[in-house]
């Protein structure tokens, strides 16, 4: 079992940075992938990005390629996901999720575990 918990959302103009935080418990964390997700009003929840279980590998949407970073730190069983050049579409309830699959996951259904959100509004 994995508890998982979102921090670091708020409100920021477009242009800005934001980065969020999963902090994770329970046993086995180094042994899940882990992934953000995101949903806006109105819409389905959608893949951000992934990385796989050592953290050598990454994997992100067209829309926040080149922009956003995911990274973990076993060691303090956290992962993390750097949003740069926010734009106002950005805003979203945003969701990190482990995995047991050891490799990059996209499908939402393929995720074992999930945190409750936490809220970023990008203003223009």
């Known amino acids: 079992q994995v508890q998982l918990v979102e921090s670091g959302g708020g409100l920021v103009q477009a242009g800005g940075s934001l980065r969020l935080s999963c902090a994770a418990s329970?046993?086995?964390?180094?042994?899940?992938?882990m992934g953000w997700f995101r949903q806006a009003p109105g819409k389905e929840r959608e893949f951000v990005a992934a990385?796989?279980?050592?953290?050598?590998?990454?994997y992100y949407a067209d829309s926040v390629k080149g922009r956003f970073t995911i990274s973990r730190d076993n060691a303090k069983n956290t992962v993390y996901l750097q949003m740069n050049s926010l734009k106002p579409e950005d805003t979203a309830v945003y969701y990190c999720?482990?995995?047991?699959?050891?490799?990059?996951?996209?499908?939402?259904?393929?995720?074992?575990?999930w945190g409750q959100g936490t809220q970023v509004t990008v203003s223009s």
């Open positions: 999720a482990a995995s047991r699959l050891h490799t990059t996951v996209v499908r939402t259904s393929l995720y074992d575990y």
């Open positions: 329970g046993r086995g964390f180094s042994r899940y992938s």
């Open positions: 990385i796989s279980w050592t953290g050598g590998s990454t």
